[in-house]
């Protein structure tokens, strides 16, 4: 057999083939990495802003403490995980079982964190609007911290659990994880709480809010400026097909489309803070989009 032949990791069609396949998989996963480096200094610069205005005692430090949560769960993904992840594909190094093993928990653990952290998110955005009066004595800081904590304790304690409970094996040193069927309960739960909640929980508060505004527009029109509505959107999987499996060109490049943009998520992130938020807008981002660049609101 020649030396230089390789079984092929999926069928050509007539618009996708193997070699224009694993082209753009490459080409992803080198932008995936840059835009990790990228996107780690923003959330350096949301985490140092949250923390101030959390000192300020501004009024509105539950928003900031939530979004500080998320931002450290979105952190662990962009600084080590994903990097760790991309670079071992592109085969530019070589981790020890111990460091895949490390990378693998905290992906798991920062992606339950980030998204609870975004249900709490709206939730508190939630309380905002429905009860302004009685949200400061509702939604208090000790409270705040208080849940935060209890958010990673009980991710840190679910993910150790389905490690302990062995709900999945480790393959190839653990470079790749494959979850047991008869331990599939585990896997729908933490689907549930990283992908369906938050989505869902962004729709309800969303729709709500809109509501809000449609039935007071008439009062809005007076003189109280119209709040901007943003929904941080997130969709979780975990996994995902392997090259491996022998499919079609097409359904490959269509299902690692969808898990490369499952990664995007912890890396535009930041970025919607600082375009949406006014208190963590860049005053260069304001002036080229004519936005304001003074906090006037809690949420907007």
């Known amino acids: 057999m020649d030396e230089n032949y390789s079984e092929p990791v999926c069928i050509d069609t007539s618009i996708f083939t193997q070699n224009a396949v694993e082209l753009y998989f490459q080409s992803f996963e080198y932008f995936l990495l840059v835009s990790c480096f990228l996107s780690t200094a923003l959330q350096i610069y949301v985490l140092a802003t949250s923390v101030s205005y959390i000192r300020r005692a501004t009024g509105d430090e539950c928003l900031h403490i939530f979004l500080l949560s998320m931002t450290l769960g979105d952190l662990l993904l ?6 760790i992840e991309q670079l071992r594909q592109q085969e530019i190094i070589t981790p020890p079982r111990w460091i895949n093993v490390t990378q693998q928990f905290l992906t798991w653990l920062g992606l339950s964190a980030s998204s609870v952290s975004l249900i709490l998110l709206n939730v508190d955005k939630l309380l ?6 009685r949200y400061t004595s509702i939604v208090t800081v000790s409270r705040g911290v208080y849940i935060v904590l209890c958010v990673w304790t009980g991710c840190a304690v679910f993910v150790s659990l389905c490690w302990y409970l062995e709900c999945f094996t480790c393959e190839d040193d653990c470079t790749h994880i494959a979850i047991l069927s008869n331990k ?36 809005l029109a007076k003189g109280m400026r119209s709040p901007e509505i943003f929904i941080l959107r997130t969709h979780y999987a975990n996994h995902v097909p392997s ?31 600082v375009t949406v938020l006014p208190q963590y807008r860049f005053v260069w981002l304001c002036r080229l989009f004519g936005c304001t660049d003074r906090p006037s609101a809690t949420y907007v």
């Open 184 to 219: 599939v309960v585990m896997y729908i739960v933490f689907t549930f709480s990283a992908c369906i909640a938050p989505s869902l929980t962004s729709l309800v508060v969303a729709v709500y809010i809109l509501n809000v505004v449609s039935s007071h527009r008439s009062t």
């Open 78 to 83: 962009t600084s080590f995980c994903y990097p």
């Open 243 to 273: 090259l491996d499996s022998l499919s079609t060109c097409f359904t490959l490049f269509f299902s690692w489309t969808f898990s490369y943009l499952i990664s995007l998520n912890a890396i535009l992130n930041p970025i919607i803070t």
């Open 128 to 133: 905002y609007f429905k009860s302004p009066l």
